[in-house]
C-alpha cells in the first residue's frame, strides 16, 4: 500500500435535486419514491455534512490498487479500509454485479425517444429539463426524476458530461430499476 496521499474535493453532487424531484411530483409518486432504491436518498438529503471532517479526512486517503475500496490513513498510521460494499450496505442498496443486468435491460429507446429526439448526447441539463417540462404524464416526470437523481447524486459528473445513456431504459423499468445494484 503506498502512503502518499492523492486527494481531491469535488462538490458535483447536488444533493438539492432530491427535493426538486419529490417536491415536483404528486402524492401517489412521492409515495413510490420513498418506497424506491432511493428512498434513503431522500432521508440524507438534509444532513449536515462537516466540511472539516471530510477535509481531515481525505487528506489521510491513501493510494489503492482496488477501485472497490479506499484506504484512510488514521491515528498512529494505522491503515483502515471503507469497501464500496459497505457504502452499498449503509445506502440499503442491493448490491451485485451490474453486468448480469446489462442485458436484462430492455433497449425499449422509448423515454431517449419522446424527450430527447436522436438523443446523439444528451446531457444533466437537458435530462433536468425534460423533467421540469414535463406536465401531462407523471409517471414520466417520476421517470425522469429518478434519472435526474441518479445523475445529479450518485453519478455526479459536470452538466455538460453526456448522460449515461443505460439509465433512460432502465428507469423505464420500475421494477427492474429498484433490484439493480447500483455499483
Given at each position: 500500500?503506498?502512503?502518499?496521499?492523492?486527494?481531491?474535493?469535488?462538490?458535483?453532487?447536488?444533493?438539492?435535486?432530491?427535493?426538486?424531484?419529490?417536491?415536483?411530483?404528486?402524492?401517489?409518486?412521492?409515495?413510490?419514491?420513498l418506497n424506491s432504491c432511493?428512498?434513503?436518498?431522500?432521508?440524507?438529503?438534509?444532513?449536515?455534512?462537516?466540511?472539516?471532517?471530510?477535509?481531515?479526512?481525505?487528506?489521510?486517503?491513501?493510494?489503492?490498487k482496488n477501485a472497490d475500496?479506499?484506504?484512510?490513513?488514521?491515528?498512529?498510521?494505522?491503515?483502515?479500509?471503507?469497501?464500496?460494499?459497505?457504502?452499498?450496505?449503509?445506502?440499503?442498496?442491493?448490491?451485485?454485479?451490474?453486468?448480469?443486468?446489462?442485458?436484462?435491460?430492455?433497449?425499449?429507446?422509448?423515454?431517449?425517444?419522446i424527450y430527447f429526439g436522436?438523443?446523439?448526447?444528451?446531457?444533466?441539463?437537458?435530462?433536468?429539463?425534460?423533467?421540469?417540462?414535463?406536465?401531462?404524464?407523471?409517471?414520466?416526470?417520476?421517470?425522469?426524476?429518478?434519472?435526474?437523481?441518479?445523475?445529479?447524486?450518485?453519478?455526479?459528473?459536470?452538466?455538460?458530461?453526456?448522460?449515461?445513456?443505460?439509465?433512460?431504459?432502465?428507469?423505464?423499468?420500475?421494477?427492474?430499476?429498484?433490484?439493480?445494484?447500483?455499483?
Open positions: 500500500m503506498n502512503l502518499v496521499t492523492e486527494s481531491k474535493v469535488s462538490s458535483r453532487s447536488i444533493l438539492l435535486k432530491i427535493d426538486a424531484v419529490y417536491n415536483a411530483l404528486d402524492n401517489e409518486h412521492n409515495e413510490l419514491f432511493f428512498e434513503n436518498l431522500y432521508n440524507v438529503r438534509t444532513m449536515q455534512i462537516s466540511l472539516k471532517l471530510i477535509h481531515n479526512l481525505l487528506i489521510r486517503k491513501v493510494r489503492s475500496e479506499l484506504w484512510f490513513c488514521l491515528e498512529n498510521e494505522q491503515a483502515t479500509r471503507f469497501l464500496f460494499f459497505e457504502f452499498m450496505l449503509v445506502m440499503s442498496f442491493k448490491p451485485g454485479d451490474e453486468a448480469e443486468y446489462k442485458n436484462i435491460i430492455v433497449q425499449n429507446r422509448r423515454l431517449l425517444e436522436d438523443g446523439s448526447k444528451i446531457t444533466p441539463s437537458h435530462l433536468y429539463k425534460a423533467f421540469d417540462n414535463e406536465e401531462d404524464n407523471m409517471d414520466d416526470k417520476y421517470k425522469l426524476g429518478l434519472a435526474c437523481i441518479y445523475e445529479s447524486v450518485l453519478r455526479a459528473k459536470k452538466l455538460n458530461t453526456k448522460i449515461d445513456g443505460h439509465i433512460l431504459n432502465l428507469v423505464d423499468d420500475l421494477d427492474l430499476f429498484n433490484q439493480y445494484p447500483w455499483g
